[in-house]
């Protein structure tokens, strides 16, 4: 019996739309790939961008960045997060989030997560009194009750960052994601919702804020062409104490996004359809179980996690390594070592007096994460769905 093999690729995204790729050939025919490089009233494709995202987030102020990453760096200086701050953190997310905390120097304390993925309240209410700052990463888009989390931080006097790296789209009861928060900060790198290949956005309403993170991303004294920024006279008495970071979008990369923020509601879509495919195949499957959502939250299905019934490591292994022989590549956070983008908490060793999350391993422990770009068709998830289903069956119990 010959055995059916998967044959595309988990990494290969979708051109970039041909709008995206007109606009960028302007910008190289100027030369003017510097976001201060305009003239006069002219506003840079940086600048448009910037109030693009702002409206489209239904806020007041957007600040593109060199990665979200840097984003998050950015928000968390602006808001005067030094030494002696204790940040929250989710402990299952990326690996460029406790970076972030790790460079403004304050302490990162991680905080369990649930059987469902998302950060576990009750552990947070737990640790929420010797914190001021959460810094809730929405990872791989699975987004936690966000009235609760919102009446915590209003209890705990949380000052709440929200990453949103993998929720660019999504909402909570109807109020985007990365909108809750003081900040919120998006990734516009490859893998994420829209592509810029590296890049970062964040947003937020406050004044103090924004007029901080504009200077600290490298705007010298040009701040005054942003058009997505407070009043000339906010950034007066800030404008000489605020370090330069210099981690700066260029019009480059805004004008290729820019064309793709249009699309960005119907790629959405797209991601989805495929997402309920699979979600829908691998729940029908013994011992595989993809977390419940809240009816309340619009996800974007851009990738997909799901729990396996495996109790040792072999049998864990054998799965994985199956379903790659098969063509079916899946991520594992579970791995002692890290691999890849892939890294679990326990990794970050730089972290002072790193927890034991007993919680949390058992679930990584179990946890599969599967890409879905959008160059695979919907049968293309169905036949993913029949392979997974094959190899569970005979290494699964
Ligand atoms: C990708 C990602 C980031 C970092 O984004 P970069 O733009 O690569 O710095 C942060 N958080 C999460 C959850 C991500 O998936």
Redesign the pocket.
């Known amino acids: 019996m010959t055995e059916k093999r998967f044959t595309k690729n988990f990494t290969k995204q979708e051109p970039i739309c041909e709008d995206g790729i007109e606009k960028a050939l302007v910008i190289l025919r100027t030369g003017k790939l510097h976001r201060y490089n305009t003239e006069g009233e002219e506003k840079g494709e940086t600048a448009l961008l910037e109030e693009e995202f702002a409206a489209y987030m239904g806020k007041k102020y957007c600040l593109a960045c060199a990665?979200?990453?840097?984003a998050?760096y950015l928000a968390l200086k602006s808001l005067g997060v030094g030494p002696r701050d204790t940040i929250l953190c989710n402990a299952f997310?990326?690996a460029?989030?406790p970076g972030a905390v790790e460079n403004t120097g304050a302490n990162i304390e991680l905080v369990e997560i649930t059987d469902d993925y998302t950060v576990d309240l009750d552990d947070l209410a737990d640790k929420a009194p010797g914190a001021n700052f959460f810094l809730l990463?929405?990872?791989?888009g699975h987004i936690a009750n966000m009235d609760k989390v919102m009446e915590l931080c209003k209890i705990y006097d949380l000052t709440l960052i929200e990453?949103s790296?993998?929720t660019m789209g999504a909402s909570w009861n109807g109020k985007k994601s990365g909108a809750f928060g003081k900040v919120g900060c998006f990734?516009?790198?490859t893998?994420?919702h829209i592509n810029s290949g590296?890049?970062?956005l964040l947003v937020t309403d406050d004044p103090e804020v924004i007029s901080r993170a504009i200077i600290s991303s490298g705007s010298y004294m040009l701040y005054e062409r942003h058009t997505s920024r407070p009043a000339m006279d906010v950034f007066e008495p800030i404008k000489n104490i605020t370090p330069n970071y210099s981690c700066r979008m260029d019009n480059l990369r805004a004008a290729i996004l820019r064309p793709q923020l249009q699309m960005l509601d119907a790629q959405c879509a797209r991601w989805n359809k495929r997402y309920q495919i699979l979600e829908q195949g691998l729940n029908n499957i013994d011992g595989i179980a993809c977390p419940k959502r809240d009816p309340k939250e619009t996800y974007v299905g851009s990738s997909i996690q799901f729990s396996i019934n495996s109790d040792h490591k072999e049998m864990t292994t054998t799965f994985l390594l199956r379903c790659m022989d098969r063509g079916v590549e899946l991520k594992w956070f579970g791995n002692k070592e890290p691999i890849g983008f892939t890294s679990s908490y326990s990794n970050w060793e730089y972290i002072e007096n790193l927890p034991s999350l007993p919680n949390t391993d058992r679930i990584l422990r179990t946890m599969c994460d599967m890409r879905i770009p959008l160059t695979f068709s919907e049968e293309d998830c169905r036949e993913i769905v029949e392979i997974i289903s094959d190899v569970a069956k005979r290494t699964l119990f």
């Open positions: 990665s979200c990453g840097s998050i997310t990326l460029p989030v990463s929405h990872m791989r990453d790296a993998h990734s516009t790198q893998y994420k590296e890049g970062g």
